[in-house]
T-cell receptor, first 117, second 112 residues
Framework: ETGVTQTPRHLVMGMTNKKSLKCEQH?????MYWYKQSAKKPLELMFV???????ENNSVPSRFSPECPNSSHLFLHLHTLQPEDSALYLC????????????????FGPGTRLTVT | SQKIEQNSEALNIQEGKTATLTCNYT??????LQWYRQDPGRGPVFLLL?????KEKRKERLKVTFDTTLKQSLFHITASQPADSATYLC???????????FGSGTRLLVRP
């Protein structure tokens, strides 16, 4: 295991539902990320939190809402999703170190396979 | 903005041979480059990091090279095994930050 857990592992939801994805890291890292991975496409960075502050919002639609209550937990709240939002959602964490020029590897959770019907 | 190119066609090789995967980037030379392995339906797993002042890095059967003149990294797996079959992703930092851009990956199939 990588030290990053995600729940649920699978989620099927209708377009009018509201659900949340949860991510927890046990590595003491300061940065946490949400990525979307669709079939045959590169990982798309959605949101980044560093020391609980959001530092990236990559033009993600407002139907995705992140929350980072502390440096170990990250949520992705979902509402009124579209079928094209079906994908694997991955959470990751890292320990950025500007003094070392950054470059610390990212540790990924197993992902949540989301299907929007 | 930085773009990463990895061969989208699967690489199919015989067990015991050396697999070589390519990662090309188009813009500025990054301070470092990372390689990850991803199995179907799972998150990527970090394998190796190589910095711009390093020409080569090794870890067991893995070897990574970094040529800033060619804007290219090569990833080698020697004495390949069927268990090495997976998708391999190249990742570079966005600008000078700790955030990463990932390539779309190359799928490796090792035949027994």
């Amino acid at each position: 295991e990588t030290g990053v857990t995600q729940t649920p592992r699978h989620l099927v939801m209708g377009m009018t539902n509201k659900k949340s994805l949860k991510c927890e890291q046990h590595l003491g890292h300061n940065a946490m990320y949400w990525y979307k991975q669709s079939a045959k496409k590169p990982l798309e960075l959605m949101f980044v939190y560093n020391f609980k502050e959001q530092t990236e919002n990559n033009s993600v639609p407002s139907r995705f809402s992140p929350e980072c209550p502390n440096s170990s937990h990250l949520f992705l709240h979902l509402h009124t999703l579209q079928p094209e939002d079906s994908a694997l959602y991955l959470c990751a964490s890292s320990q950025p170190d500007p003094l070392a020029g950054g470059g610390y590897e990212q540790y990924f959770g197993p992902g949540t396979r989301l299907t929007v019907t | 903005s930085q773009k990463i190119e990895q061969n989208s066609e699967a690489l199919n090789i015989q067990e015991g041979k050396t697999a070589t995967l390519t990662c090309n980037y188009t813009n500025y030379s990054p301070a470092y480059l990372q390689w990850y392995r991803q199995d179907p339906g799972r998150g990527p797993v970090f394998l190796l990091l190589i910095r711009e002042n390093e020409k080569e890095k090794r870890k067991e059967r893995l070897k990574v090279t970094f040529d800033t003149t060619l804007k290219q990294s090569l990833f080698h797996i020697t004495a390949s095994q069927p268990a090495d079959s997976a998708t391999y992703l190249c990742a570079l930092p966005m600008d000078s930050s700790y955030k990463l851009i990932f390539g779309s990956g190359t799928r490796l199939l090792v035949r027994p």
